[in-house]
């Protein structure tokens, strides 16, 4: 689940910035979304976040093809979403460029 505060982790298929809006799909549910801020780089063999050497989790400026990214979302509307964790086919969600 995505909200103030909260993280989401997603495969990218493009470079992505700050700023960057697309289109969410939850189900049935279609809403606009702009990504605020990348928190974190995942670590696609641990599943957790990347830290450097002092520890500190690496927070990167833009995110490349391929990567697993944590962000802090903003979206059009309230959305609900249950956590992957828990039910696993109620918890994806997939992001689309606007045409």
Aim: aromatic share 8%; glycine share 8%.
């Amino acid at each position: 689940a995505t909200g103030p505060g909260e993280s989401a982790a997603y495969r990218l298929r493009n470079i992505i910035a700050p700023g960057f809006s697309c289109i969410m799909h939850v189900h049935s549910a279609v809403v606009e979304v702009s990504f605020e801020e990348l928190v974190g780089l995942m670590d696609k063999k641990t599943g957790k976040r990347m830290v450097d050497k002092q520890g500190k989790t690496i927070k990167p400026r833009c995110a490349k093809e391929k990567e697993v990214v944590f962000a802090k979302l903003q979206l059009s509307s309230p959305l609900c979403i249950e956590s992957f964790d828990q039910f696993p086919q109620l918890g994806r969600f997939t992001f689309k460029r606007r045409r």
